[in-house]
């Protein structure tokens, strides 16, 4: 029986062990920071140290280099940015039907979408810096909802020829009066105005289309 469990020993001892990861490393360290006088003192900094090491080798260790995820959507370099109040795309508002209709033509062109709420005030001072954000983006496509929203993008469209602009016009000509009305009568070239209601989510997308399509892409 001696001679059984000495050999097995004997195995056991010549049988190679595989090479430790770093993991294994830092956990082996830890474990000698536990042994002797004072281990239940040491225990709580042992684990920190444990974890600090783990959490470096995880953070330093370089990504193997590989062929791109095929699964991972390739976007078009075409951007299509939305304009909101600070309800952004809540659900049952109009911009959430313009945001669905941005999608759709994300899906069919490979086109970029994305959306800025204003927030603060919702006036045209406010609002007129967030709009210029998405000029200096470079949004191929600026669609405007609000009435400040909109009133800002009409009267800066003009100087942006190469984008297109769609401002939805959710009553603010009721409220802006004559004014409004006539502001409408000088839109720009580049300006579609989009009617709240069953054809909005389309009419916003027929615009990403289009632009899309005469962009080259």
Partial sequence: ??????????????????????????????????????????????????????????????????PP???????????????????????GTLAASVWQGMQKASLETRARVSYVPVMGPQSVANVRPFFNSLIQRQCDVVVA??????????????????????VVDGGSAEKAGKAEKTEKAKEAGNVTVAQPGEELEATVADVIRHAVRASGM
């Fill in 1 to 66: 029986m001696k001679s059984r469990r000495d050999g097995r020993d004997r195995e056991k001892k010549t049988t190679a062990s595989p090479a430790r990861t770093p993991v294994a490393r830092a956990m082996a360290a830890a474990a000698g920071v536990l042994r002797g006088r004072g281990a239940w003192v040491a225990g709580g900094v042992a684990a920190v140290v444990a974890l600090g090491l783990v959490g470096a080798w995880l953070f330093t260790d370089e990504e193997k280099p590989g």
């Fill in 69 to 91: 995820d095929p699964r991972a959507r390739q976007y078009k370099e075409f951007d299509a940015c939305l304009l909101t109040d600070e309800k952004g795309i809540t659900q």
């Fill in 145 to 166: 909802v609000g009435a400040p929203q909109t009133q800002v993008t009409r009267a800066d469209a003009g100087q942006h020829a190469k984008v297109r602009f769609v």
